[in-house]
């Protein structure tokens, strides 16, 4: 069983940064791909990032390549996602998953997190 919990989300102005984490309980948790996924008021919850057990195979969706980084900590149990140059259009509710597949669905992730507030001021 793996918990995860977000942090770091709040307030940015447009082109600002932001870094989440997401904090995980269980020692199986390097053994996971973990993924952030997001969703907007409205939206379907859709895929941001992912990055494999070791930290050494990463993808991301195209809307946010050259902006975010997603990066693991496994001796701390945490994984970031770092946000650049951060557009209105990332406004959102940022969840942190975990699973053995590693793949751009949400089916492929066993375990969530509750999410935490990102918005985006223009």
């Known amino acids: 069983q793996v918990q995860l919990v977000e942090s770091g989300g709040g307030l940015v102005q447009a082109g600002g940064s932001l870094t989440l984490s997401c904090a995980a309980s269980?020692?199986?948790?390097?053994?996971?791909?973990v993924a952030w996924f997001r969703q907007a008021p409205g939206k379907e919850r859709e895929f941001v990032a992912t990055v494999n057990w070791s930290g050494g195979v990463k993808y991301y969706v195209d809307s946010v390549k050259g902006r975010f980084t997603i990066s693991r900590d496994n001796a701390k149990n945490t994984v970031y996602l770092h946000m650049n140059s951060v557009k209105p259009e990332d406004t959102a509710i940022y969840y942190c998953?975990?699973?053995?597949?590693?793949?751009?669905?949400?089916?492929?992730?066993?375990?969530w997190g509750q999410g935490t507030q990102v918005t985006v001021s223009s």
């Open positions: 269980g020692r199986t948790f390097s053994s996971y791909a």
């Open positions: 998953a975990a699973g053995g597949l590693g793949y751009t669905t949400r089916a492929s992730y066993d375990y």
